[in-house]
């Protein structure tokens, strides 16, 4: 059986990477997949990128990934990049969309946010047909077939549904999680490459983490929105929602 372990929305929090990469390391598994969002929000995109880029087998962009690389005049973006320097935000361009093979029988497609966009924005709550269509194709995949296991990252909530006889699951976020104030991660365990249906396992992981570290860090780096980005890794909760 192979193990993987799936992180996403990394988000420049360094102490929950660690904390996370030191848990996948203590559980044996040796391959890591990344589902996006290695930059903004946190004070530390520079040092999760190159960590990301020595520890995980394959990335794929997130919409931060997209569009923080592009020319902008806003300030709390230009600082992001000024961080980053050319050489990373050039790896954050070249990273590619999706990641998919064959599991234990199952077509497993991993992605950002959705299978057409890494901006689409799919929630545990929303409308199952909506859900539904994350097994879909499209123009952006590597093989037009339906997935049979679709995984992604994006919203910052953990979560698994089986439906229509086929498996969607959110691995959570790392460094942002939204839903609890534990770093978010997922294990895909199977047999790698197989083509006959054998057994599947999907694990969620929770990691403590020390946020006052990363409260400290991002203090001292005197990042743009310090408080919104405090309050969301202290209290779990999105910025955008009202008291
Ligand atoms: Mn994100």
């Not at 689409?120 to 049979?148: H, I, N």
Request: proline share 5%; glycine share 8%.
């Amino acid at each position: 059986m192979s193990k993987i372990a799936i992180i996403s929305d990394i988000h420049g929090n360094l102490p929950a990477l660690e904390a996370v990469l030191e848990d996948i390391e203590s559980r044996g598994i040796a391959e890591i997949y990344c589902l996006g969002d290695l930059v903004g929000k946190g004070p530390s995109s520079d040092l999760a990128v190159d960590l990301i880029r020595r520890r995980c087998r394959q990335v794929v962009r997130g919409n931060w990934d997209e569009f923080l690389p592009q020319p902008t005049e806003f300030e709390t973006l230009v600082w992001h990049q000024n961080l980053l320097g050319e050489e990373r935000l050039e790896y954050l361009r070249s990273l590619p969309f999706s990641i998919e093979f064959m599991l234990s029988g199952r077509y497993v497609r991993l992605f950002h946010a959705s299978p057409r966009s890494a901006f689409e924005r799919v929630q545990p709550w929303d409308d199952y047909g909506r859900k539904l269509s994350l097994f879909e194709p499209s123009d952006l995949s590597a093989d037009p077939v339906k997935a049979d296991v679709a995984g992604y990252g994006d919203i910052h909530n953990a979560y698994m549904q089986h439906m229509d006889g086929r498996m969607l699951f959110n691995a959570g976020s790392v460094g942002n999680p939204l839903d609890m104030t534990q770093a978010s991660y997922a294990i895909l365990e199977g047999d790698l490459g197989e083509r006959r249906r054998t057994r599947l396992d999907l694990t969620f992981a929770r990691v403590p983490y020390d946020i006052a570290l990363a409260v400290r860090q991002a203090a001292e780096a005197e990042m743009p929105e310090l408080d919104a980005y405090v309050k969301e890794i202290r209290t779990g909760r999105y910025r955008g929602l009202k008291d």
